[in-house]
C-alpha cells in the first residue's frame, strides 16, 4: 500500500535552512502529483509546493518562492522540501501528500495520500 514518511523537521534560528524529506513507497509514482502542505496551530492547512513526480509541473506558494525548492530522488523513491531563509511565520507541521493525476496541485482536497507530519519550529 502507498505509504508516505516525512522526516528532517525540527528547532531552527531564523535565517537557518531545514531540507525535509519524504519517503514514499508502495508503488510506482510516474504521473503522480507530489506536494507540500503546512499546517499552525489554528490555522488551516495550507498549501506550500508541489511537482509531478516524472518533472516538469512545480508551483510554489508566493509566501515560500525563491525560498524553498521542492525536489526528488527516483532511485530512493524521496520527495524533498529545501527551506532556506526560514522565518518565524514557516513555523508549522509540514505534511507530504501524493495523488494521482496530474491536477489540483494546489489544492489539499485533491491528494489521495498522506504522510504523519514532521514539526518545523523557527525561533525568532
Known amino acids: 500500500q502507498v505509504q508516505l514518511v516525512e522526516s528532517g523537521g525540527g528547532l531552527v534560528q531564523a535565517g537557518d535552512s531545514l531540507r525535509l524529506s519524504c519517503a514514499a513507497s508502495?508503488?510506482?509514482?510516474?504521473?503522480?502529483?507530489m506536494g507540500w502542505f503546512r499546517q499552525a496551530p489554528g490555522k488551516e492547512r495550507e498549501f506550500v509546493a508541489a511537482e509531478i513526480w516524472s518533472g516538469g509541473t512545480i508551483y510554489y506558494a508566493d509566501s515560500v518562492k525563491g525560498r524553498f525548492t521542492i525536489s526528488r530522488d527516483s532511485a530512493k523513491n524521496t520527495v524533498f522540501l529545501q527551506m532556506n531563509s526560514l522565518t518565524p511565520e514557516d513555523t508549522a507541521v509540514y505534511y507530504c501528500a501524493a495523488r494521482g493525476g496530474r491536477g489540483g496541485l494546489t489544492i489539499r482536497s485533491a491528494y489521495d495520500y498522506w504522510g504523519q507530519g514532521t514539526q518545523v519550529t523557527v525561533s525568532s
Open positions: 508502495g508503488r510506482t509514482f510516474s504521473g503522480y502529483a
